[in-house]
């Protein structure tokens, strides 16, 4: 899998318009857990945090109503950083047509910010939705609303149902997993491998009883992200996660150093978020495919 740089200008529109060659995703990175992701003819948003607020470390890359035409959005769960209401507002006030994929103990809040019900996209495990072309598989993600219910799928909070997921986008062909919040479970990798997952976008901000104590629930170390796809059989690591917030910092780097030692057949890409980047797979013998 190769990967370039696209066009120099940050507006949403540029991003939208860039040219994509047959079988390219367009991935570009919005800091934390946000990203645009463009290809199989869709553009979606993930976890997209766009709110100005004095906690974060750098501005929003766009204004949310730049981005009301997009195809669907996906939120990973109901933290502020990855459900961001005031997004959800803008583009009720918009009149967006997108759809939004979302867990499904979340579907009544979202509806509340007012998002139409024939909008919302009550998500589940085991069962997928498709936006065009677009197949968006939902899986459990280990996580917690704060530290008394942490480490877990959120269930015992629903009625059973899952609170937390990750999702396997197939865009034409590329799949892109994007964990959420999310812990190593047993069976994750297993699966990932069984979806044959491409690009996987993780957490590595890590844990520690210093955050949790301040009720931060953690992720993924660099380490374990590192380790999670190479079981995955991924051929590109992302890291997120890692930027946002002073008191809840990780390190990518780790993962460069691990990948460079140990792991010569995964990727790492650390994107910048000034600009999106196009990903191209190739096959063996170097075709594109």
């Known amino acids: 899998m190769t990967a370039a740089p696209q066009a120099r200008d940050r507006s949403f529109a540029a991003a939208a318009g ?3 060659a047959d079988g390219e995703v367009l991935l570009w990175w919005l800091g934390q857990a946000g990203f645009v992701l463009r ?7 993930v976890d997209p945090y766009l709110t100005a607020t004095g906690a ?5 890359p766009f204004p949310a109503v730049d981005a009301a035409g997009v195809d669907a959005v996906l939120v ?6 990855h459900l961001d209401v005031d997004v959800a507002r803008a583009f009720a006030e918009a009149g967006s047509a997108a759809r939004w994929v979302v867990p499904e ?6 509806e509340s910010l007012g998002i139409g019900r024939e909008l919302i996209e009550p998500a589940q495990p085991g069962r ?13 993600a280990h996580h917690g609303v704060d530290m008394t219910d942490a480490y877990g799928t959120g269930a015992e909070l629903s009625g059973g149902l899952v609170r937390f997921l990750g999702y396997v986008v197939d865009l ?6 994007h964990s959420g919040d999310c812990l190593a479970y047993p069976g994750l990798a ?25 009720g931060i629930v953690g992720n993924m170390s660099a380490e374990e992200a590192v380790e999670l796809a190479v079981r995955a059989g991924a051929e590109v690591l992302v890291p997120m996660h890692w930027d946002m917030f002073e008191g809840n910092p990780g390190h990518p780097s780790r993962a460069v150093a691990l990948v460079e030692r140990d792991h010569p057949q995964l990727t790492v890409i650390v994107p910048s978020r000034a600009r999106p980047i196009g990903l191209r797979r190739f096959g063996p013998t170097g075709e594109a495919g």
């Open 76 to 81: 990973t769960h109901e933290h502020g950083d």
């Open 56 to 60: 974060r470390r750098f501005p929003p």
């Open 128 to 140: 997928p939705v498709t936006i065009g072309a677009v197949r968006v598989d939902p899986l459990p």
């Open 39 to 45: 290809g199989g003819g869709a553009t979606l948003l």
């Open 172 to 177: 034409g062909g590329t799949r892109v997993y």
């Open 105 to 110: 103990p979340v579907a009544d809040r979202l």
């Open 190 to 214: 297993e699966e990932l491998a069984r979806l044959d997952v491409h690009v996987a976008l993780l957490p590595v901000n890590g844990r520690d009883a210093e955050r949790e104590a301040r």
């Open 18 to 20: 860039v040219p994509l």
